[in-house]
């Protein structure tokens, strides 16, 4: 079953199709990987899905509905989730003050409620906090879940975006880089955890650049380059596409090539 | 267990300064220093509101003092021109506010940074001259004098009364506030803070949390207001003005943003300082710029946050 699809999106900055009629066909509890060189429109995709840019053509249905255009907040309470590249940690609250905010499509107090501290928030205070522990042991932060959010290592703030947006009780997660930074050892533990994510049934989108992730766990995988579609396959297919080899993992060769010469 | 609870998180520094409230006037000389801490305790209401905006949502208001004017008239209109009660013309100025700030709110909040404090401030100062020309209803900038405030037969008047009014209703309203950090409305606040992009993508409706926290703000600066009126038992445009304005988020800088007893603190810092500095005659203002530039510079956060992380530190 089709829990997530695109059809044909594409949007342009400056004349540049940084995403260039991308269409996507995600299966429900599967690990659904999308790759490519810097630039190729990664970001640019998820961006599009999670509702933060409008695309200039093509369709997102999530679930079975089309969900083109909806804002961010709409699509979360639709059951979509993601992390970020580039950090988007709450630095000012507490760890596990971050993963509570995960729960909030889940919270039903009212304003006056909150101002009041009626019996019902304390309650509900209660379950977010255990839900949201909950999140942070699953990523392995249970430990820190008292600390400021800014003073853990940069390893640990990927997964306590994790940990948030699996707080929301999402039907689909896209992560976007979450090994990067990341040592071999978390690169590892992201492993466990993202197996241990699609186990409870969740859809995982992962853009990543470390090809040893990606061809572990990936059910399937999109490769993109210039905006477009290079190729869609398994693991097996996509390492022995001669188009992906020289586009993507040629490249990727001649800058390991590199770095063992330098 | 439920009341230990109580204590020991949220509402203990609000019990400490209850503690505290009764015990100040027995070191009172005089009316006088009734008169100066009942004002500590009104300004600290409005800053608290602007603290849920600035300190822990993190959207700018330069025009706050625009709230506190229409609380201000409010209580001086209605009796004066409309016949109605004083505590009823209190509730409508609150309800004023709450429109006005839903009104402007949306529009305006939609800014970010230095383009909101601007629009702000430009609000702000679109209140005060509306304050000063509409001359038949304000008494213009000669101001207008306010009716005491009467319940079920009882004059609230005099400096000593008017300690005990304003110093359980910042009470209350530091209870409401700190109640609200404490929710889930106030974690959508914070998160706001720091990333809008993540909240959005958590569920949390920023334009209409932000909108929410401006009105629950001008309502607290209206309250405040209110009570600044029938308290002094006059009102002019000034109360309402742009350099109000800066007073208050001053205030809240001083004592820290995100810190609602820091609010409390920045508001005494600020009314108290210059009664104090006065022997200094021509120096005064001088004085205080550097006093206020000192605190920022040495006790960086806010006097209340660096204390707090002084005391953290010592501990073992
Ligand atoms: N908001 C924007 N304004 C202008 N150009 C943009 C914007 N966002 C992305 N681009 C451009 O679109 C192209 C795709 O960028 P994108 O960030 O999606 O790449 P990516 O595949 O995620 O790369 P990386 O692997 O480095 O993260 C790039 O050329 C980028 O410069
Ligand atoms: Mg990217």
Redesign the pocket.
């Known amino acids: 079953m089709t829990i997530l699809s695109t059809e044909r999106l594409s949007i342009s900055?400056?004349g540049?199709r940084?995403?260039d009629a991308v269409s996507l066909e995600i299966d429900a509890g599967k690990v659904f990987s999308i790759i490519?060189?810097?630039?190729?429109?990664?970001?640019?995709?998820?961006?599009i899905i999670s509702g933060i840019?409008v695309p200039e053509e093509g369709r997102v249905r999530l679930a079975g509905e089309d969900v083109t255009g909806l804002v961010p907040e709409r699509l979360a309470r639709c059951g979509l989730s993601r992390t970020f590249?580039n950090l988007q940690i709450f630095f000012r609250m507490t760890a596990i003050e971050n993963v509570m905010v995960g729960r909030h499509r889940h919270e039903t107090t009212g304003i006056l409620a909150d101002l009041l501290h009626l019996p019902s928030v304390g309650r509900q205070n209660e379950r977010t906090r255990a839900a949201a522990l909950a999140a942070l042991d699953r990523v392995g932060l249970a430990a820190d879940a008292e600390r400021p959010a800014g003073s853990l290592a940069y390893g640990a703030l990927k997964r306590l975006e994790i940990a948030r947006a699996l707080a929301s009780e999402p039907k689909a997660l896209l992560l976007?880089?979450p090994a990067a930074g990341c040592n071999p050892v978390e690169t590892q533990e992201l492993e466990r955890v993202i197996r241990s994510i699609v186990k409870d049934g969740i859809t995982v989108v992962l853009?990543e650049?470390d090809m040893r992730l990606v061809m572990n766990v990936s059910d399937r995988i999109h490769v993109?380059a210039n905006?477009r579609t290079l190729a869609e396959g398994t693991a097996a297919e996509v390492r022995a596409n001669p188009a992906v080899i020289e586009a993507y993992l040629g490249v990727q060769r001649s800058r390991e090539a590199a770095r063992a010469v330098g | 267990m439920n009341v230990r609870v109580l204590l020991n998180s949220r509402l203990m520094a609000i019990v400490a300064v209850a503690g505290i409230a009764a015990v100040l006037p027995a070191f009172f000389p005089s009316a006088y220093y009734y008169r100066v801490a009942a004002l500590v305790f009104v300004f600290a209401l409005a800053a608290i509101g602007l603290n849920l905006l600035m300190g822990f949502a993190g959207q700018v208001s330069l025009g706050h003092a625009g709230f506190i004017g229409i609380g201000a008239y409010a209580v001086a209109v209605g009796p004066t021109h409309f016949g109605l009660p004083p505590w009823l013309s209190f509730v409508a100025g609150a309800a004023l506010s709450a429109i006005v700030a839903f009104l402007v709110g949306r529009p305006i909040l939609r800014l970010k940074g230095h383009y909101l404090a601007v629009a702000t401030l430009g609000f702000g100062v679109l209140l005060s001259i509306v304050f000063t020309n509409e001359a038949k209803l304000t008494g213009g900038p000669d101001g207008m004098s306010v009716p005491h405030l009467v319940l079920f037969g009882w004059a609230a008047r005099g400096s000593e009364t008017w300690y005990w009014i304003s110093a359980v209703s910042f009470m209350i309203g530091a209870a409401l506030a700190l109640n609200l950090l404490d929710s889930p409305a106030g974690r959508a606040l914070r998160a706001i803070h720091d990333s809008e992009v993540a909240a959005r993508m958590l569920g949390i409706d920023v334009a209409r949390m932000k909108l929410t926290v401006f009105v629950i703000s001008a309502v607290y600066a209206s309250i405040a207001g209110s009570y600044l009126a029938l308290f002094n038992g006059l009102i002019t445009p000034e109360v309402s003005g742009f350099l109000r304005s800066i007073e208050l988020v001053a205030m809240v800088v001083l004592g820290g943003m995100g810190s609602i007893m820091g609010s409390l603190v920045g508001s005494a810092i600020l009314v108290v300082l210059p009664q104090a500095l006065t022997f200094l005659h021509d120096y005064e203002h001088m004085a205080l710029g550097l006093i206020l530039m000192g605190v920022l510079i040495f006790l960086r956060g806010g006097v209340v946050p660096s204390v707090a992380a002084m005391f953290a530190r010592r501990r073992p």
């Open positions: 900055f400056g540049v940084a995403v490519g060189p810097n630039g190729a429109g990664k970001t640019t995709l998820f961006n840019y590249q976007d880089e853009v650049h993109l905006g």
